[in-house]
């Protein structure tokens, strides 16, 4: 992008970009970017307290059916928001099951308007996963772990997981 520029210039720069002060201006100007983009540039320009328990605004819902399975299999809801890698990671191993332990798997946005309790609770620990309205996960599945929960949601022995996240709880304590 700076071929154009004389050589001795382009020489100053590349020193420059190696400045740690030049450095963390580059990532913040990074960092505020993603930001606007994410959140808009006048949210962006909103302050946001520390302890704030507002949802962020989401550009997009993720929420709705990914893909469905006959009514008898198993449903398994994944909580999560715009953006999140993990939580494409979990999906990712909930489809490579899919065949073999059919399921129906439906999205869940935190951040959508009426999702409020679940951004109280989740928003610090997505991906979040139930089956058939019982907390299973958190944060990562495999493959291996969705083969194992799917088969007993199928035989009826799934059992609801310990250590379901809850924020608001946690924020309370403090």
């Not at 006959?70 to 928001?81: G, I, M, N, S």
């Amino acid at each position: 992008p700076v071929q154009w520029l004389p050589s001795r210039v382009r020489a100053v720069i590349s020193r420059l970009a190696r400045e740690p002060c030049v450095m963390a201006l580059i990532t913040l100007t990074t960092c505020m970017t993603a930001a606007v983009r994410s959140r808009g540039a006048v949210n962006f320009l909103q302050p946001v307290s520390k302890r704030s328990s507002s949802r962020p605004v989401s550009m997009a819902s993720v929420s709705g059916i990914v893909y469905s399975a006959p009514e008898q299999d198993p449903k398994v809801r994944l909580f999560t928001k715009e953006g999140c890698t993990l939580c494409d990671v979990a999906k990712k191993a909930l489809v490579e099951v899919r065949d073999e332990h059919p399921h129906t798997l439906e999205a869940v946005d935190i951040t959508d308007e009426g999702n409020r309790q679940y951004w109280d609770k989740y928003k610090y620990d997505i991906p979040v996963l139930h089956i058939a309205d019982k907390y299973w996960a958190k944060h990562r599945i495999t493959a291996e772990d969705a083969a194992a929960a799917l088969a007993e949601a199928r035989t009826g022995e799934f059992v609801e997981r310990r250590g379901e996240p809850d924020a608001a709880r946690l924020e309370r304590k403090s």
